[in-house]
């Protein structure tokens, strides 16, 4: 027997759990079918969910509380605990799901004291499906030029190039918009979710085609919150005020990026290049 589902999509959904004792099955149902895009590995999905303790009965933290937000996360990856990644991999963006997780699709053995979840509860979870965003998804517009003494930039859904210049780098943080954004400014603490390319200015300097150290490009968005030194104070900075919708170019002088401190395939005091698409706000 699975537990009653009640309530508007977009709210706080009431659960009533069986008085039976869960069958130990990890159970994926839709309860409403939403009309959306079908959420694939690797788009991005942005969820809201009610949960109860089966055992108990007892209400769980839900992203519909009082400051709370909606979770944010690239489908199939294993970036958030298995019943939330199930509830979305196959269903259309306007989906109500119910789920029903033993300890091992939920917070596993150890529980989460935190949400007051033991390691022997079975976990009911009520997931809206608010939006998917595909994997290709990339800024649409026609692009702008920059001057020629910064680097020339080539996107589009699937890939992504940038030419560097053979002249010094700036010394100062660069910010141009390249394609302009039509939705709001993003604001400290929200989640973003974006995609970018990124190069070392000093190291392709005058050729052809630069080697990027990282690129979100080939596999699709990612998502983070801003404003929260989550990112290099650089891009940080960038991202909170810029619009969504926005394609953006960003050279980074190494006192905003990694200063005198190497990382892997970025020379010490290195300034960056980047390329950044903002596809959503949350």
Not at 106 to 122: E, I, P, Q, R, S
Not at 261 to 267: F, G, R, S
């Amino acid at each position: 027997m699975l537990p009653t589902v009640s309530g508007k999509f977009g709210r706080n959904a009431i659960i009533e759990i069986p008085k039976a004792k869960p069958s130990g099955k990890f159970v994926v149902t839709t309860a409403l079918k939403g009309r959306g895009r079908k959420a694939r590995k690797n788009d991005i999905a942005v969820v809201n969910y009610t949960a109860k303790a089966w055992k108990r009965g007892t209400a769980l933290p839900s992203t519909y509380g009082k400051g709370r937000s909606p979770k944010v996360f690239s489908v199939g990856n294993g970036a958030v605990i298995p019943a939330l990644d199930r509830a979305v991999h196959g269903q259309r963006a306007g989906s109500r799901v119910l789920v029903v997780a033993p300890p091992a699709a939920a917070y596993g053995k150890t529980g989460n004291a935190k949400l007051g979840v033991a390691g022997t509860d079975t976990v009911v979870f009520v997931v809206d499906i608010e939006k998917v965003i595909a994997a290709d998804s990339a800024v649409r517009g026609r692009q702008q030029d920059v001057s020629d003494a910064l680097p020339q930039v080539r996107a589009d859904g699937s890939a992504t190039a940038i030419v560097v210049p053979d002249t010094a780098a700036p010394k100062r943080l660069v910010s141009r918009t390249l394609i302009d954004g039509s939705d709001l400014a993003i604001k400290t603490g929200q989640t973003v979710v974006y995609r970018h390319a990124g190069t070392v200015w000093s190291t392709n300097r005058g050729k052809e085609h630069a080697t990027l150290f990282d690129s979100t490009w080939p596999q699709g968005p990612t998502s983070v919150i801003v404003g929260r030194g989550n990112l290099i104070e650089g891009l940080d900075q960038a991202l909170v005020g810029a619009k969504v919708g926005s394609r953006i170019l960003l050279v980074i002088p190494p006192g905003l990026a990694y200063g005198a401190q190497a990382q892997k395939h970025i020379p010490a005091k290195s300034t960056l290049i980047f390329v950044v698409d903002i596809l959503a706000a949350v």
